[in-house]
């Protein structure tokens, strides 16, 4: 069917709270002073509007139904934390083992939490430090680079999240820098805590100059019962030479819709890679798009997602080698049980002049029930001819063989299939070159799987 | 690069050769008037003296066509086209319906003979009748809108197989039109099926009875004659119980400045133990090296597996036309039912081809295999578009999917766009896609033992298509790997 696009004066319903809440809140956001600040979140909530929430007939999101989320009225999250200020450091779950330096920063439903947080020291010129601080500090670094890597009209969330812009983390790597321990961002949803669903936009801006290194662990996570709407978009610009990885698990609770939009402009020979978790939310989605903006480009993106009961979680990346000698290389796993459902779609592009492109996509899927669901799209667009391009994707259950051949040597049935889980989720962990992060992870999964059915 | 330019160069070699079928056969035609309304509809189904139930049929999918916005998801891109600047009926003029292939009109003949069709000769084959050695090919030829020759219809009429004219189906089997006809492509499917449907003018209709084995390939060629008419065949194919049927269609058009519009509806039917095996090679016009003219395609082929154990298999080879939108179709419902396709897309100059198939899986044990082979030169674009879905019941369903494109040239696109859902557990799908080129090694290594640069490529692609043109019957395995030769002659990458 043909998609209609429907451009009319007054915003679908389920937008319009959005508009009151940004039209309220607007004027007492932070750094308003800044008249760029300003323009930029007017600009946010003017694309949102005209985006709306996509359905189904907008290809970019044919498999994921935004219904749930635009049923709940999420209020912003009130500045500072509010009631949530109780949550204390000691129950803290962290992706790094305690007693390693490390630099922590801490944000409560969105906002900074300079009590919780350990920025530690760094080396001479790196920043490390909230959105809210760098307004006053580093103002003239985010007016150059705020808003600018991947901003689309195919994207409300990313809209929605400039509109609202508060908080977040600013990284910034002048030319040479490397920072050798990981900095550890926690990301805590309270939900319940306040009475109404509440949402909250935080934003982390990375700025890596020419041959720089850091390490970006994300930890997100849910506390409370109630249902809340996180809305994360990362910028990422990094120059050239430099080196970033990117590390996320996400364990927001159950109730809660998580959606993060990660941007990334790659100068030649930068390398970047990225990897998710995904275990929590009701609703949740990554969408990465790296842009390779230069020669010799290496661009890694891979993550595991393993959902249960009435998750839905949706995996969206789009690499665009838009220059020669790059090569990307994609690695998701997933692991679908109960009625959830989980999305992928993977989208190569190689522009007509990015001669000598090697790309490789590969998303596997595990359905552990007669009711899970995994929709799967890899897609390659491609305009160059010497290039080397694949996808490949498969879904299945686990191999009968194999789990007899287990079950042979007298290993219990439960302790076969985990086996042979962990074991299938492992191709995409190994992708994680930081081995305090992976062993975390591997943790992280080990974990999942005991709380599970056999 | 020496190598790019080279190719370039080779490709554009390609591209002054001239369509080696282009000429345009002056046979006076009996036309509807210009444009599409009610009467245009109404003027076809008169014409073809049709029962009522069908112009209603007609009449409700135009009137539903007239809410329908045309589709705009593919990778394609052609001016907006006008349905009332077209001709929606023609038909060679004749004065009774020639009961031999000696009282066709002799120019028509001449026109298959320029094809290398030659009707005579294939009657006269056929002969043979009862020997069987020799494969024979019975042909439904499609000249414009009517079938003005169907050849060995006494043959097949012996075994109760039924292969004819559609509009001749209309008027003799009635019930298995009326069953089967808009079971598998609804009128309210898509755009241009339900375009198809109001104004479809002619097509084959094929009834191969329980248990039988049709004993020849059944063949319609068909051909784009009149100027600015479009052609709207619609293709029947039921198989019944445990028989089987091999299908061959097969396309050639003469050149023309105007595009024309092409838009096909072919439903097939397999019911218990039954198959249909379909092979298409598609060489309409593709248009100049500039993309003026040419042909466009928009096809809806769909089939059905209703039955236990039966199995629908899609072949084809698509060289022509300006713009292919084509997705030949499975839905396996009965219990272990068979899905296959295979295709070789080859694309050149400013063609744009967007095709795929769908294989949805219903009954338990169904099994697809979708390999894909797209090849692109000159400024072209191919899509790859395909979907695999596995429904709920469907356990122990089995797919694998392969597609390949290869690219010549640094001025063309290849794309990949499978969607692949699964909701069932024991069901096990496989998917994979790789882009190249024609690798300097691979062409070192042809040239070194003195095969010429031509040679090389056509070696290369061949290869590179084996697994689908091995697919095609004998017949048309011969000309499909000249079409490749001939689509890529002298592109050496």
């Known amino acids: 069917m043909a998609k209609t696009v429907t451009i009319t004066d007054t915003p679908a319903p389920a937008v319009q ?5 940004h039209g309220r809140v607007a004027s007492s956001l932070p750094g308003g002073d800044l008249s760029w600040l300003g323009n930029l979140r007017a600009e946010g909530i003017a694309r949102f509007r005209k985006q709306g929430f996509p359905g189904a007939r907008v290809e970019a999101w044919r498999y994921t139904n935004l219904r749930p989320l635009e049923k709940v009225a999420f209020e912003p999250a009130p500045a500072g934390g509010g009631p949530s200020a109780a949550v204390s450091v000691d129950l803290l779950p962290t992706v790094m083992p305690a007693g390693q330096p490390s630099h922590r920063l801490v944000f409560v439903d969105g906002a900074f939490r300079d009590d919780l947080s350990s920025i530690g020291t760094l080396p001479e010129g790196a920043v490390v430090t909230s959105l809210g601080h760098a307004l006053n500090s580093h103002a003239d670094l985010l007016e150059r680079h705020l808003g ?40 805590i949803g309270t939900g319940g805590v306040s009475e109404k669903p509440t949402m909250h936009h935080p934003r982390i801006l990375v700025v890596a100059e020419a041959n720089s290194e850091a390490t970006l662990v994300e930890h997100h996570l849910g506390q409370g019962v109630g249902t809340y709407f996180a809305n994360h978009v990362t910028e990422i610009v990094a120059g050239e030479g430099a080196r970033l990885h990117h590390y996320k698990v996400q364990r927001e609770s ?20 990225n990897f998710v978790l995904t275990m929590g939310g009701r609703l949740s989605r990554n969408e990465i798009k790296p842009v390779l903006n230069g020669t010799g480009v290496e661009c890694r993106l891979s993550g595991a997602y393993m959902v249960n009961g009435q998750q839905h979680c949706d995996t969206t990346t789009v690499i665009d080698h838009a220059q020669p000698h790059c090569t990307s290389r994609e690695v998701y796993k997933g692991v679908i049980d109960g009625t959830a459902k989980a999305v992928f779609q993977g989208k190569i592009i190689v522009r007509p002049d990015a001669q000598k492109t090697d790309g490789y996509q590969l998303n596997r899927a595990l359905l552990l029930s007669d009711t899970a669901e995994i929709d799967s799209k890899p897609e390659l667009e491609i305009y160059a001819d010497d290039v080397k391009c694949s996808h490949g994707a498969t879904a299945g259950e686990l191999d009968d063989d194999q789990l007899f051949y287990l079950r042979a040597r007298g290993i219990d049935l439960e302790s076969a299939r985990n086996l042979l889980i962990a074991a299938f989720l492992a191709d995409a962990i190994e992708e994680v070159r930081i081995d305090t992060v992976r062993e975390a992870f591997q943790g992280m999964v080990t974990g999942w799987l005991k709380t599970q059915r056999a | 690069m020496a190598a790019t330019l080279e190719t370039a160069e080779q490709v554009r070699a390609v591209t002054e050769q001239k369509y080696k079928y282009g000429f345009f056969t002056d046979i006076e035609s009996d036309t509807a008037p210009k444009g599409l309304s009610e009467d245009t509809v109404r003027f076809i189904s008169a014409r073809k003296e049709e029962p009522e139930w069908l112009l209603e049929w007609r009449l409700k999918a135009y009137r539903h066509w007239l809410t329908m916005e045309e589709p705009n998801w593919g990778k394609l891109g052609y001016p907006p086209i006008d349905y009332q600047d077209a001709y929606y009926y023609s038909a ?39 020997a069987g050695d020799s494969p024979s090919i019975a042909v439904d030829a499609v000249f414009d809108s009517v079938s003005v020759a169907t050849t060995f219809k006494k043959n097949l009429e012996e075994k109760g197989i039924i292969f004819c004219p559609i509009s001749e189906a209309v008027q003799n089997h009635p019930e298995l039109v009326k069953k089967y006809m808009g079971s598998v492509v609804p009128y309210s499917d898509n755009y241009f099926a339900t375009l198809n449907s109001a104004v479809f003018t002619d097509g084959s209709f094929v009834y191969i009875p329980k ?30 119980e445990g028989s089987y049927v091999s299908y061959l269609e097969g396309c050639t058009a003469p050149q023309r400045d105007e595009n024309q519009l092409h838009a096909a509806v072919v439903e097939l039917i397999t019911h218990d133990d039954a198959q249909i095996k379909y092979s298409t090679v598609q060489n309409w016009y593709p248009g100049d090296e500039n993309g003026k003219g040419g042909i466009y395609n928009f096809v809806t082929k769909r089939g059905a597996c209703r039955g236990k154990n039966s199995k629908i298999s899609w072949t084809q080879v698509e060289t022509g036309s300006a713009i292919t939108w084509k997705y030949p179709s499975c839905i396996l419902q009965g219990d272990n039912s068979v899905g296959e396709f295979y295709s070789v897309a080859i694309t050149n100059n400013r063609q744009q081809a967007d095709t795929g198939t769908k294989m949805i899986h219903i009954g338990k044990n169904t099994k697809s295999t979708i390999v894909s082979k797209g090849i692109s030169a000159g400024k072209a674009q191919n899509t790859y578009r395909g979907l695999v879905k596995i429904l709920p019941k469907a356990d122990g369903a089995r797919n694998f999917t392969q597609c390949d494109s290869l690219l010549i040239g640094d001025k063309c696109g290849a794309h990949t766009v499978p969607y692949i859902e699964s909701r069932n557990r024991s069901a096990r799908v496989e998917h994979e896609a790789t882009t190249a080129k024609i690798s300097e090694d691979q062409m070192f290594y042809c040239q070194q033992r003195g095969l010429s640069s031509e040679d090389a490529v056509s070696l290369i692609v061949n290869g590179f298509c084996k697994e689908v043109l091995k697919e095609l019957p004998m017949e048309f395995a011969v000309e499909a790997q000249k079409l490749v030769g001939i689509s890529l002659e002298g592109s050496v990458g």
Do not use: W
């Not at chain 1, 709270?17 to 809440?21: A, T």
């Not at chain 1, 990313?158 to 040479?176: E, I, M, W, Y």
């Not at chain 2, 004993?215 to 019944?240: C, H, V």
């Open chain 1, 148 to 187: 600018r890597v991947g901003v689309t009209d195919s994207n409300p969330f990313q809209a929605l999240n400039t509109a609202f812009l508060a908080d977040g983390v600013v990284v910034h790597l002048p030319k040479g820098v490397a920072v050798a321990e990981p900095i550890e961002v926690v990301f």
């Open chain 2, 92 to 130: 060679p003029k004749v004065a009774n319906k020639p009961k031999s292939l000696d009282e066709v009109d002799p120019e028509l003949l001449r026109t298959y003979a320029k094809l290398g069709i030659p009707l005579k000769e294939q009657a006269i084959l056929a002969g043979v009748e009862g």
């Open chain 1, 17 to 21: 709270p959005y508009l009151d809440h």
């Open chain 1, 254 to 273: 159950t109730l809660a819709f998580h959606m993060a939009t990660v941007t990334a402009d790659l100068a030649k020979d930068a390398s970047y890679d």
């Open chain 2, 211 to 240: 248990g039988v084995r049709c004993p020849m390939e059944l063949s319609t060629y068909f051909r784009i004659n009149a100027k600015n008419t479009g052609q709207f065949e619609r293709t029947l194919i039921i198989a019944d």
